[in-house]
């Protein structure tokens, strides 16, 4: 089998495919979305827990581990979520649909600008994007972002850092997060430190 995960913003679902590519269980756990005022919100700990609750029912179904050849994974991109060298999450996820780093975006768009950044990005820019809503860590929560080990960008980059001990995140998510140079495939670090970023808090791109 292949135990399919997507870490939506309503729900986690999980989907057990055969060899044959037939479902054979499947499981659906909804998640909370937390509302301050234009801020969203979600805990990363409940995709770990819901993500966990599917895999349960599973085995509880009667799959065995040996059977499970392959785990895959998706979820939401655009995210921030800090976290602790302990794979502990040290805040809520600012979601993809949280712009309320639009002020942060305009100030690295004026610094980097936006020819330059549409040139290595091919892409928008605008505060739904992790880089400016890291730079709005800094400047609103820096207690946060100086306790933050690492931020990763898509819900399933924290589970799959739960399951493996390692923050990376794939080349699709990355290309959302308005850092990340796409004939290169790599982080602009040098980005990072214009804009008075640590780029040691980037997850690994693979």
Known sequence: ??????????AV???LMSS?????????VTLETLFRGDYKEQRPLDWYSAFCEISNYFFEKGLQPGEVSGIAMSGQM??????????????????YSDGRAEAQAREIAGRIGMEEIAASTGNHFDGSMPFPKLLWMKEEEPALY????????SSKDYVNARLTGQFTTDVTSASTAG??????????????ERIGLDGEKLPEIR
Request: glycine share 8%.
């Open 13 to 15: 679902k999980g989907v």
């Open 146 to 153: 100086h306790a933050a080990e690492k931020v990763l960008i």
């Open 78 to 95: 655009q995210d921030l979520i800090p976290v602790a060298g302990d794979l502990s999450p040290i805040g809520n996820a600012i979601l």
């Open 179 to 192: 850092l990340m140079d796409i004939h290169k495939k790599c982080w602009n670090l040098d980005w990072m």
């Open 1 to 10: 089998y292949i135990a399919t995960y997507d870490i939506g913003t309503t």
């Open 20 to 28: 044959d590519g037939k479902s054979a269980m499947e499981k659906s």
